[in-house]
């Protein structure tokens, strides 16, 4: 059987299980007794070793079934989960990370894991008290001694059993005894299984269902049952009905279905039955409620596993992409049928340009709809990259993470990630301070990093903040003149922002040792040139002493912005209009010149004024010449400046398109459109204008 056209949906699989178990690791290591969390991690890595054993992928399922033994002592409370049987699962998760990358890449998934294995294997062996292998044998004996009247099972109902302790369910076999005197037998045993229908889901039943419906059974029957609740709590349950003698109530685990299979003389049957159901006992899903005897069972799980309907599907990013770049053309086609319309003037055209018109909107809504992702994408790896961080540099540190479910277009997704790595791994070297620094500066030993986002009109901002030392003006300062980024001339005549911002330099570093961490001069130079390029910009707050603020601001989408576009000369321009103030008229008197530079009032504010035409060298334009120009206001942080334009042509929705490999760099341009005439316009970046 060819498993090729089952592999992208394995990959996308086991990076989803991946990232559950990794979360689920840092939840019980903050909680390591609650065993709730336990099951969760061995669901996970229950079905991701039968994902990779039905691949073929041998080592990725031997190191995962390393990794269950260890789990499976938690879970049974044989084991106690501790700091180096932590630190352990974690490097098998990375091992098992880097086979998928490595199949993700064309590779065959091996690794050499033996040093992992070794160190699982002596956990399962070493740290087991000699006292539980007592216990067990005990508990075992008093199995054998409760289970003289097993029902014998199928295969079916012994995999469904299985796999149901597997993924956390109860697994119960209940005996219920009737009173003698009790004249309606099958009423009260009616009302033992609407009760049980209520909580779970029984499995076989002896006599059958029909036989206790009629009377056929003496004073007791029996039953395997799959429930939530625990064994107490159905006992007492039970007892509660009226004319119910006693209940007897013995928890299965899968050592008492192998146990069942030597009572029935089947051992050797049951434990090829299971080999046969193993490839495909991940595709087992819990039972529904049922009080029918097994073949009605059957039915239901088959109807449940194969008709369930899901609400979600897969889709390849490519074709998203693809998607896209068909919609660009359409409203490239759009805003020229508006054009024609406008000029030919008939009324049918109009109408029918018009209904377009509001149709594609809506299409455009959808498609960029298609194309958001939530930031969690992103924000899910960080927990564990902090954590290791914080055992590294040996620092206690809490990583709060807000709005998670924030959505940004997925090439602003796929380019947010490493910057804002570097940002955490500042903010855990340079602004928390060690255990001992902040008790003595009186704060609690364990720092707070804060990792939010949220929207803001036509932005996403992504916020990281640390209540750690924060940033001294003096120490920055020092350490850029020492470096040669600024003369102490122009260091002391900078605001505080603008020291700030100095972090940004090439090069620039305040740590004084170099470490695997930090310390090289490389990193926040790297954040500011990435988020630049996505048409964002990142500010610094900071009061020393209490911590420091680092904020990105980035756009919403790359693909479709709202746009002004303008004219000078025979040249257009489109300028987004999230980076637009407002738009005005100023006659040349109003122009004022301070040392050597152009500005012009605004607001009771002086801003520069800026010339377009001399800046592309426009040949057929120059606002020299004319008596008033129109200007655009743009903003870039807390910084303003005015753009002088020829005239305006209007807003439009325009399709950003990219100026490719054969042109280089052109500062102040970040990409180019289409128009409706079929010209091609340029589009601005006004952050490059502002500096």
């Known amino acids: 059987m060819d498993m090729n056209q089952y592999l992208s949906m394995f990959i996308d699989e086991s990076n989803d299980h991946l990232q559950s178990l990794n979360e689920k690791m840092l939840e019980l290591e903050t909680n390591p007794d609650d065993l709730s969390i336990v099951q969760v991690i061995f669901r996970s890595a229950h079905t991701l070793k039968g994902m990779a054993a039905t691949m073929g992928y041998e080592d990725l399922a ?168 625990s064994a107490d709590e159905m006992q007492r349950m039970i007892l509660n009905l009226s004319e119910i003698d006693k209940v007897s109530v013995v928890e ?106 509001r149709v594609s909107s809506d299409l455009q809504n959808i498609v960029l709809k298609l194309r958001m992702v939530p930031v969690d994408t992103v924000f899910n790896r960080f927990p564990r990259m902090i954590r290791d961080l914080a055992k590294s540099l040996d620092k206690k540190i809490d990583l709060v993470i807000t709005g998670s479910e924030t959505e940004l277009d997925r090439t602003v997704i796929d380019e947010i990630g490493d910057p804002l790595v570097h940002l955490l791994r500042n903010a855990v070297d340079h602004g928390i301070e060690s255990v001992a620094d902040r008790l003595a500066a009186g704060k609690s030993e364990t720092g707070t990093v804060n990792l939010r986002a949220f929207h803001s009109g036509n932005h996403v901002f992504i916020e990281i903040e640390e209540d750690g030392r924060g940033i001294y003006r003096e120490n920055v300062l020092k350490s850029a003149i020492k470096k040669g980024v600024v003369t102490e001339a122009q260091g002391s005549a900078m605001t505080d922002e603008e020291v700030h911002q100095l972090l940004f330099a090439p090069g620039f570093s305040t740590a004084e040792v170099i470490s695997d961490v930090s310390g090289r001069g490389v990193g926040l130079d790297v954040v500011k ?98 008596e008033e120009s129109e200007i655009i206001v743009i903003r870039k942080g807390d910084k303003m400046a005015a753009l002088a334009i020829e005239d305006f042509i209007g807003q439009s929705e325009i399709v950003l398109k990219s100026l490719g490999k054969y042109l280089p760099q052109i500062s102040g341009v970040s990409g180019a459109t289409i128009l409706g005439d079929g010209q091609v316009a340029l589009i601005l970046d006004p952050n490059a204008f502002i500096k």
Request: aromatic share 6%; hydrophobic share 40%.
């Open 62 to 229: 031997s190191l995962t079934h390393q990794m269950e033994n260890v789990l499976d002592l938690v879970r049974n409370q044989k084991l106690a989960m501790q700091d180096f049987i932590f630190d352990t699962l974690f490097k098998s998760l990375d091992a098992l990370e880097s086979m998928v990358e490595d199949i993700t890449n064309g590779g065959t998934g091996k690794a050499d894991v033996s040093a992992i294995v070794t160190s699982l294997q002596a956990i399962v062996l070493g740290e087991t008290p000699s006292t539980q292998g007592g216990n067990k044998s005990t508990t075992v004996d008093q199995r054998k001694d409760n289970m003289n009247h097993l029902i014998q099972l199928d295969e079916f109902q012994y995999s469904i059993l299985d796999q149901s302790i597997t993924e956390g369910h109860r697994a119960l076999y209940l005996e219920v005894f009737i009173r003698e005197d009790c004249h309606l037998k099958a009423v009260r045993a009616y009302m033992v299984f609407d009760l049980l229908e209520r909580s779970g889901e029984v499995i076989k039943t002896h006599p059958s269902v029909e036989d206790i419906e009629q009377e056929k059974f003496e004073r007791s029957f029996s039953l395997y049952y799959i429930t939530q609740k």
């Open 529 to 626: 040139a990435k988020i630049t390029a996505l048409g964002g910009h990142v500010t610094i707050i900071s009061k020393p002493g209490q911590g420091t603020n680092f904020s990105v601001q980035l756009p919403l989408t790359l693909s479709i912005i709202s746009a002004m576009l303008v004219q000078l000369g025979s040249e257009k321009y489109a300028i987004p209009l999230t980076s637009i103030v407002e738009t005005g008229v100023i006659n040349h008197n109003q122009i004022r010149t301070v040392h050597g530079n152009k500005m012009v009032e605004f607001r009771g504010v002086q801003i520069p004024l800026i010339s377009l035409s001399r800046i592309f060298s426009v040949p057929d334009f120059d606002e020299s010449q004319e």
């Open 252 to 357: 299965l685990d899968h050592e008492s279905l192998k146990l069942m299979g030597e009572i029935n003389n089947s051992t050797r049957e049951v434990a090829t039955t299971a080999e046969m159901v193993k490839p495909t006992e991940s595709n087992i899903v819990a039972p529904q409620l049922s009080t029918e005897p097994t073949k009605q069972a059957s039915k239901e799980v088959a109807k449940t596993t194969s008709s369930a309907s899901t609400r979600t599907i897969r889709v390849d990013i490519e074709r998203l992409d693809v998607l896209m770049n068909l919609f660009s053309e359409l409203l490239i086609d759009r805003v020229r049928l508006e054009q024609l319309a406008s000029e030919v003037r008939n009324s049918e055209l109009t109408e029918t340009v018009e209904h377009m018109s």
